[in-house]
């Protein structure tokens, strides 16, 4: 006899520590959703509801959930070779064929790349290798980050310091040094932090093309040019954090192709496998790559155990090929179209729904008191239209950091028009 559910609640609240979570609610209420399926855009959960995942579960199961040539891709790779070691001179197949197949879908001159586990690890290890990278080039005094203000950059050290989301960094009381904060949306801002930091002590600067966990926050269209130009004029290394906005999510390959700007580094994760296996890493220029050869006189001391794990890389592989055969990133683009549309016909109809925005298959809602005023309501009312929207069968997300009243969306790249509308119909 398998469990029955109030076993598996009760199981789940006694030794299940979920991430981002608050741990009272997950005791009074227990967990909302065990969820035991799922196919295309759908989870299904151990009472056999179904939900919308407008959310790709983590802005991340890009090509939909239950695809079976990802399982066929990990099983067979699993059992031919599981696991083994890329440090030093050892290699695998997928893992070298992975790093050539990213260099040649990537921007420019991008073209070497370290793996990791995750969006997180992506960005210490970006972080390590540009403070690395300062210290070969003799000019140690450049270690500090700048991030922006509402970016989200993961839950490491390195990564939570980076983050500009308040909550994030207070919920530990001692942060890794060498990390300040810009404007999220004012080039001169960063100007003014490089100049007041001393331009001689900043190793790099990074941002996400689009803010995802922060509430997507669109950039102007001439933000990142301005800054790629800030960064040039400085020496300042500049990182894009493509971990949400890599492989299709906003329409195109990557974020950073809107403004048409190359970044000296990109940290991904996410939609390279689209959640089917944990994986992430960095891509540098090949400039990058050729100096940091050049000027090394010792082990690169940083690596993780799954660096180039041979069952993850071959699940990534799979997964582009799926993203290239179904097109997906140009459908990605016209549901886009059709997301702004429900977007704006309910700004245009609904007297609470403020602001919304989308880029491709990101988008956001703000909600608001009054329209005329822009007054806020005296508490958010973002998540409760999210719980409201679970029970009637759709997963999005509440964002209330920073006074924001806002709900997010990012639906999986194969969505179709019936069910962006029902999306905004149930919204
Ligand atoms: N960077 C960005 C932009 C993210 O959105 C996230 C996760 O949401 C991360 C980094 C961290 O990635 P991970 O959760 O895989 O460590």
Redesign the pocket.
């Known amino acids: 006899m398998g469990k029955g559910i109030d076993e598996w609640i009760d199981l789940d609240k006694r030794h299940f520590i979920h991430p981002t979570s608050s741990l009272k609610q997950q005791q009074t209420e227990g967990a909302a959703h065990i969820f035991t399926k799922g196919k295309d855009i759908y989870l299904y959960d151990i009472n056999g509801k179904k939900f919308i995942d407008a959310m790709s579960s983590?802005?991340n199961v890009n090509i939909g959930h239950g695809r079976e040539e990802l399982a066929k891709a990990a099983f067979e790779q699993m059992s031919k070779l599981a696991f083994s070691s890329c440090f030093s001179t050892f290699s695998n197949e997928p893992a070298i064929e992975l790093a050539e197949k990213l260099a040649s879908i990537t921007q420019g001159d991008l073209n070497a790349v370290f793996f990791t586990s995750?969006?997180?690890?992506a960005?210490d290890t970006a972080y390590k290798l540009v403070r690395h990278y300062w210290i070969l080039k003799g000019e140690k005094a450049r270690k500090k980050i700048i991030s922006r203000t509402k970016s989200?950059?993961?839950?490491a050290l390195g990564?939570t310091s980076a983050t500009g989301l308040k909550p994030f960094r207070d919920f530990t009381n001692s942060l890794a040094p060498d990390f300040c904060y810009t404007d999220h949306l004012s080039a001169k801002s960063l100007r003014d932090v490089i100049e007041k930091e001393g331009p001689e002590t900043v190793a790099a600067f990074i941002a996400?093309p689009v803010q995802?966990?922060g509430g997507v926050h669109i950039a102007s269209p001439n933000y990142f040019a301005e800054v790629r130009k800030i960064c040039d004029e400085y020496r300042i290394l500049f990182i894009a954090?493509e971990?949400?906005t890599g492989f299709g999510r906003t329409g195109t390959y990557f974020g950073m192709e809107h403004y048409g700007i190359v970044p000296d580094i990109v940290?991904f994760?996410?939609g390279v496998t689209s959640g089917y296996a944990q994986l992430?890493g960095v891509i540098l220029s090949k400039s990058l790559h050729e100096q940091l050869i050049e000027l090394s006189t010792d082990t690169l001391f940083h690596g993780y155990t799954y660096s180039g794990h041979p069952a993850a890389c071959a699940v990534a592989l799979k997964n582009i090929e799926i993203i290239e055969r179904e097109n997906l990133i140009d459908n990605a683009e016209k549901m886009g179209k059709e997301l702004l549309k429900g977007l704006k016909q309910l700004e245009l109809t609904r007297g609470i729904v403020g602001a919304t925005r989308s880029l491709g298959l990101m988008g956001a809602i703000e909600f608001v008191k009054h329209k005329e005023s822009n007054e806020q309501f005296e508490k958010p009312i973002a998540p409760l239209i999210v719980k409201e929207a679970l029970a009637k069968g759709l997963i999005c997300r509440a964002v209330v950091f920073d006074s924001q009243d806002t709900i997010v969306l990012a639906p999986p790249l194969t969505i179709n028009e019936n069910e962006i509308e029902k999306i905004i119909e149930i919204i």
């Open positions: 983590l802005w995750g969006g997180s690890e960005n989200y950059h993961g839950v990564a996400e995802g966990a954090d971990v949400i940290c994760a996410k992430g």
